[in-house]
Nanobody
Framework: QVQLVESGGGLAEPGGSLRLSCAAS????IGWYRQAPEKQRELVAA???????NYADSVKGRFTISRDNAKNMVYLQMNSLQPQDTAVYYC???????????????WGQGTQVTVSS
């Protein structure tokens, strides 16, 4: 059974940083999604089991996804945060196909990230 638990959300000021963690029940390709109020859920970053990464254009150069397979942990380091990064962030277990991430119906409960002064 795939289980995912996010942690690390909170309040940050514009320009600040937060690190999200996703504890998984095994070694999976993982995607971080976010959903802001009245917006569709969007893929922010993804990492394969071997460490290949993909990023949405809106976060390239600011967010870094990484993993520790020994601990079944995936991290999302978020720097230079902006108010438009405010959303609930979810980790998702999925797969990579031809270099693109595909999500499967396994989700964590989500963690709120709020960027505000």
């Amino acid at each position: 059974q795939v289980q995912l638990v996010e942690s690390g959300g909170g309040l940050a000021e514009p320009g600040g940083s937060l690190r999200l963690s996703c504890a998984a029940s095994g070694t999976y390709a993982i995607g971080w999604y976010r959903q802001a109020p009245e917006k569709q859920r969007e893929l922010v970053a993804a990492i394969s089991t071997s460490g290949r990464t993909n990023y949405a254009d809106s976060v390239k150069g600011r967010f870094t996804i990484s993993r520790d397979n020994a601990k079944n942990m995936v991290y999302l380091q978020m720097n230079s945060l902006q108010p438009q990064d405010t959303a609930v962030y979810y980790c998702n277990a999925g797969y990579f196909n031809s270099g693109k991430y595909g999500g499967l119906p396994y989700w964590g409960q989500g963690t709120q990230v709020t960027v505000s002064s």
